[in-house]
């Protein structure tokens, strides 16, 4: 069984940084792309990021030069490092497999609240 | 950064069909693969078309999608309470080096 299980979302100041850690099981973590999507009330759902198997890195205009996306092939899990927050970024994150079929598999989200 | 367009609502009575329309350019549509996906906020998004008309296993024949030119549009047939979600296109964007998803449409099944 395919699972996703993003961690590491919470409370932060603006201008502080969060690590999101996504843990993944059930199907060959290397051999897949993944991407950050996050959904908040205002915008819906919003692309983030995205790496691919050999490590190319794509950004949404809205985070690039803040966040960087990376992977662990040998711990099957996915990171989003995110610095200087904003209000703008409070949203629930999600982690998704790029499959053939598109972004296939998804997991439960990690809200990320960023308010002083 | 240019999103396509869905309207941000869409209604029907149960066993109706109802259609969500995603408006882009040639850039996103008129070029790449669309796909449709439905979220329940506070719940994980479930793809339901790939590949402008593709059904994964598991999503039933009521829903179907297609495209023409710059525009798509996702189908639901024999409307259903549980069906009340909200739904958005997705789809890469050459110029933007992007994914982009719609607006979302907040389908309610009166």
């Known amino acids: 069984e395919v699972k996703l299980v993003e961690s590491g979302g919470g409370l932060v100041q603006p201008g502080g940084s969060l690590r999101l850690s996504c843990a993944a099981s059930?199907?060959?973590?290397?051999?897949?792309?993944f991407h950050w999507v996050r959904h908040s009330t205002a915008k819906g759902l919003e692309w983030v990021s995205s790496i691919g198997t050999s490590g190319n890195t794509y950004y949404a205009g809205s985070v690039k030069g803040r966040f960087t996306i990376s992977r662990e092939d040998v711990k099957n899990s996915l990171y989003l490092q995110m610095n200087s927050l904003t209000a703008g970024d409070t949203a629930v994150y999600y982690c998704s497999r790029g499959g053939d079929i598109g972004f296939d598999y998804w997991g439960q989200g990690t809200l990320v609240t960023v308010s002083s | 950064q240019s999103v396509p367009t869905q309207p941000p609502s869409a209604s029907g009575t149960p066993g109706q069909r109802v259609t969500i329309s995603c408006s882009g350019r040639?850039?996103?549509?008129?070029?790449?693969?669309i796909y449709w996906y439905r979220h329940l906020p506070g719940a994980a998004p479930k793809l339901l078309i790939y590949r402008d008309n593709q059904r994964p296993s598991g999503v039933p024949d009521r829903f179907s999608g297609s495209k023409s030119g710059t525009s798509a549009s996702l189908a639901i047939s024999g409307l259903r309470s549980e069906d009340e979600a909200d739904y958005y296109c997705a789809v890469w964007d050459n110029s933007l080096n992007a994914w982009v998803f719609g607006g979302g449409t907040k389908l309610t099944v009166l």
């Open positions: 040639s850039s996103n549509i008129g070029n790449n693969d």
């Open positions: 059930g199907f060959t973590f290397r051999s897949s792309d």
